[in-house]
Antibody
Framework: QVQLVQSGAEVKKPGASVKVSCKAS????????INWVRQATGQGLEWMGW????????DYAQRFQGRIQMTRNTSTNTAYMELSSLISEDTAIYYC??????WGQGTQVSVSS | DIQMTQSPSTLSASVGDIVTITCRAS??????VAWYQQKSGKAPKLLIY???SLESGVPSRFSGRGSGTEFTLTIISLQPDDVATYYC??????????FGQGTKVEIK
């Protein structure tokens, strides 16, 4: 079945970077954009951006411009989201998601000194 | 960005009741709306896409309606398993995704 499986939880210090992976299976990876959404504890859903696995085209939410990068490895059907210059407010669960499709199980990223 | 205003923020109803959640978009978005169910500690689960299409495997007591700026999610005959937070999402092409604030559904 269509599935997105994400990498495990991360603990980072302020100022560091984190890279989360999202492995797709059960469908043609190249045919659907991968979006990234995050959710702080007890809060709503915040869209971060999308990447087209076929072309590599990306679109980032304005508030993350300059410290976010989305990439992919088409040989392993895996998408990546890297967020740099982390602050405590970046502590959240990060999800990859396909349009009109499933979401990954989420990756907890904790930022603490 | 397109704003999605969702109401109510919380909802308490009895088993078997009909429950309706509403989302209003700040501009017309045709039928580019999805509805998600999120249970505690879990990822959001797609229920409805393109405003009214039921995702495979989702019980038929869930239904969606609307187009333009007004959208509803209805649960007919609320079940204990439906306790969750529900989110609307707009995915108008060439626009950033945005979500409603969420509706927490509880059983009386």
């Amino acid at each position: 079945q269509v599935q997105l499986v994400q990498s495990g939880a991360e603990v980072k210090k302020p100022g560091a970077s984190v890279k989360v992976s999202c492995k797709a299976s059960g469908y043609s990876f190249m045919n659907y954009n991968i979006n990234w959404v995050r959710q702080a504890t007890g809060q709503g859903l915040e869209w971060m951006g999308w990447m087209n696995p076929n072309s590599g085209m990306i679109d980032y939410a304005q508030r993350f411009q300059g410290r976010i990068q989305m990439t992919r490895n088409t040989s392993t059907n895996t998408a990546y989201m890297e967020l740099s210059s982390l602050i405590s407010e970046d502590t959240a669960i990060y999800y990859c998601a396909r349009i009109e499709g499933p979401w990954g199980q989420g990756t907890q990223v904790s930022v603490s000194s | 960005d397109i704003q999605m205003t969702q109401s109510p923020s919380t909802l308490s109803a009895s088993v078997g009741d009909i429950v309706t959640i509403t989302c209003r978009a700040s501009q017309s978005i045709s039928t580019w709306v999805a509805w998600y169910q999120q249970k505690s500690g879990k990822a959001p689960k797609l229920l409805i896409y393109k405003a009214s299409s039921l995702e495979s495997g989702v019980p038929s007591r869930f239904s969606g309606r609307g187009s333009g700026t007004e959208f509803t999610l209805t649960i007919i005959s609320l079940q204990p398993d439906d306790v969750a937070t529900y989110y609307c999402q707009q995915y108008n092409p060439f626009s950033p995704w945005t979500f409603g604030q969420g509706t927490k559904v509880e059983i009386k």
